[in-house]
């Protein structure tokens, strides 16, 4: 039987907060979304210049075939906005190695039709100049894909929110209760609902520690290359390196944001609560990593290096589910999840109000599942 719209909490002003109060209110609940800090809040995992959106996903067919899903719900998104904040490049994959995660994907892609060109490594500088083929064994090429403009995206986002009468009460809460739709704030004050959504990325472990979520503390080096590069750069793919050593990914400067530089590798702690400042130590490592792949990597200027939490899950999986009776969780998307945040709020919302669709969301979230029926608008 369907769940008529109530009174919801959504804790956490992330992508995920606010795609699900978004999708939770155009169903007619009355929407409350509470944060500890502002909106968009630079300590979120959410926010950032940007993050990427790509089709390779090693041999995980049921991310693979979000990412389709998702393309289709930031349509939507953008059509609401009236206007885009995507910018196609194109991903470009390399690798040290033979068959790994470039072979998985490169299987997976094919199988499911997508387009996948192979370039021969040494061809890449000639290509790309400001990239060394040292050490590469296997290179390829993939359209679509590109950078989601992650800020402009959290700042348009909230816009709508605001637009459909959708509440902000910025409050920390130290206390969650999904059985009652409950959440106790710092001050004392306790706050119900009919329905309380938990979305409280990298904070996660601190609100329920039962959930198997864990923070990485992963750090970022944004840069601006050598004047004779930069038009290079700009009209570069996202790159995905991958060696012994965990590689580097690399995200273009597109539309007037810089590039930035990261690592594949989860760190082995964190803490949200943590400074995002980052040491020159940190900022080495990740230079480090990408030396070999960027001859004159020391003639970029490094702009800024920070850290920037990921919600880690075991096997990378995202945990959507429903938690006690009146309670639902959003979390575990460790480092992969912007790209499916608009997805995910309409998912979650159809599931709320469709309990059917409750028990089978959990297993599509985590990857391992289609979509079940219904779950997602006609024609996703
Ligand atoms: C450096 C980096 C690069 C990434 N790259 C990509 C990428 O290329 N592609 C991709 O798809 N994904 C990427 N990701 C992952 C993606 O950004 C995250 O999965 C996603 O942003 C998580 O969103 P969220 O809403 O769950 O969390 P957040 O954005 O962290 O939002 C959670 C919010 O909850 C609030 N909150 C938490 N606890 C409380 C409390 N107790 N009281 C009140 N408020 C609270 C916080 O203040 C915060 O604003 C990347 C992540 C990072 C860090």
Known sequence: MPVAAGTALVLGGGIMGLSAARALAAQGWRTTVLDQDPIPNPRGSSHDQHRLIRHAYGAELGYM?????????????????????????????MAEAPGGWLGASRAALRGAGHAVEDIAPDSLPARLPMLAATGLTDAFLTIPGGVLLADRILAGLLRLCTTQGIRFRQARVTAVDPEH????????????????????????????????????????????PPAALRSAWEAAP?????????????????????????????????????????????????????????????????????????????????????????????????????????LLGEALASAVANPALATLLPAWAAGLAPPPPGLLPSGA
């Open 65 to 93: 075939a979000m990412v389709d899903q998702a393309f289709a719900a930031w349509d939507r998104l953008w059509a609401d906005l009236g206007t885009s904040h995507y910018v196609p490049t194109g991903v470009l994959a």
């Open 181 to 224: 739709a409950r959440a106790t704030l710092a001050d004392g004050t306790t706050l119900a609902a009919d329905l309380l959504v938990v979305a409280a990325g990298p904070w996660l472990p601190r609100l329920l520690p039962a959930q198997p979520v864990r923070a990485s503390r992963q750090v970022i080096v944004m840069l601006e």
């Open 238 to 342: 996202m790159m995905l390196d991958l060696a012994d050593d965990g590689g580097f990914y690399a995200v273009p400067p597109v539309a007037g944001a810089t590039l930035k530089l990261g690592d594949h590798r989860f760190a082995p702690s964190g803490d949200a609560e943590e400074p995002r400042a980052a040491s020159p130590a940190e900022a080495e490592e990740i230079l480090a990593l990408a030396r070999r792949r960027l001859p004159g990597l020391d003639r970029y200027r490094l702009l800024e290096a920070r850290a920037c939490h990921y919600d880690v899950s075991p096997e990378e999986r995202f945990l959507l589910a429903p938690l006690g009776a009146r309670g639902w969780v959003m979390g575990g998307f460790s480092g992969h999840g912007f790209k499916f945040g608009p």
